[in-house]
């Protein structure tokens, strides 16, 4: 899931904090152009996920950021166990201010449905363009149970790394190898018990979601149709999560977004495809300079 990083690239920063007190882990990848990629992992996921894209971008000399939403990796956790969509929204608009100028927002699954809200319904948009990662507002119901089973598996944890990288060996078939000890370390947890369990909070799990998720899609739909920023969607040739139907969909929605299809890669995108996945990204953010404006001074 997570790739190496070089030293010379990495730096970590100082946690940022949210409206309510929680602390969130960042990243900065050091790069002195412009714009700045703000990445935004998905439900489950670590900032982690993005270390092979970020330090590629940076590399080119882009600045980019990552960080572990609320609930996830090294970030807090709700010490009332209660997580809902608009605290996942006010800490990506929290993080996206605090930059000099509006990032271009790389959101994946999760990551990309909150940067469509923050983008639809905040005037300026505090991002100056948008790549969802293999998410659309409406979604494939089986590609989502998927995921949430195996989040859901194994709550008693593992006995050791070796057991933790049989299941994602299990889950992620397509992916050569196993995960060594190194790469897991920042996924797991040890417990009091001495077991490794994953690092997000148990209480992200509570409840029905897949209908809490399907509540919020009149309003992921409403915020869309919205978004006057520059857009580009990455879904992945295999995706179960999204589909031709869902692509089209949101194409007719947001009839200035540019869509390109991955060849061979699922959801989890750019562990699957990282050079073709970091390629993209770069064409457009280099095509933003030379996009026609659209109405009320952006750029399509």
């Not at 900065?28 to 412009?34: F, L, N, S």
């Not at 369990?197 to 399907?214: C, F, T, V, Y």
Request: aromatic share 8%.
């Amino acid at each position: 899931m997570d790739a190496p990083v070089p030293l010379m690239i990495r730096s970590k920063s100082e946690p940022v904090a949210t409206r309510d007190g929680l602390r969130l882990a960042v990243e900065t990848y050091r790069g002195d152009g412009a714009p700045t990629l703000l990445f935004a992992h998905g439900f489950g996921q670590t900032r982690g996920a993005w270390n092979g894209a970020a330090a590629a971008l940076a590399a080119q000399g882009y600045r980019c950021i990552s960080f572990d939403s609320r609930g996830h990796g090294e970030s807090g956790r709700a010490s009332d166990g209660d997580y809902h969509m608009q605290q996942f929204v006010d800490d990506l608009l929290t993080l996206a201010r605090a930059q000099p100028e509006p990032p271009v927002l790389v959101g994946a699954s999760m990551g990309g449905l909150l940067g469509l809200v923050v983008a639809g319904e905040t005037r300026p948009s505090p991002f100056c363009a948008l790549v969802l990662v293999d998410i659309t507002p409406r979604w494939e119901t089986k590609g989502v149970e998927r995921i949430l089973a195996f989040m859901q598996a194994h709550p008693d944890g593992f006995a050791d790394y070796a057991e933790a990288a049989e299941q994602i060996a299990a889950y992620l078939p397509h992916r050569p190898g196993r995960k060594s000890e190194e790469q897991l370390r920042p996924l797991m947890r040890a417990g009091s018990d001495g077991r490794l369990r994953w690092h997000w909070d148990p209480a992200l799990l509570a409840g029905d979601l897949i209908a809490e998720s399907e509540r919020y899609q009149p309003r992921l739909f409403a915020a869309a149709a919205q978004v006057d920023v520059p857009v580009l969607l990455l879904s992945g040739e295999r995706s179960d999560v999204v589909s031709h139907s869902t692509v089209e969909e949101f194409l007719q929605l947001v009839p200035h977004a540019r869509h390109v299809e991955v060849a061979g890669a699922t959801h989890m995108l750019a562990g699957d495809a990282n050079d073709a996945f970091t390629r993209e990204i770069a064409h457009f953010i280099q095509s933003l300079d030379d996009a026609p404006a659209r109405p009320g001074g952006r750029a399509a």
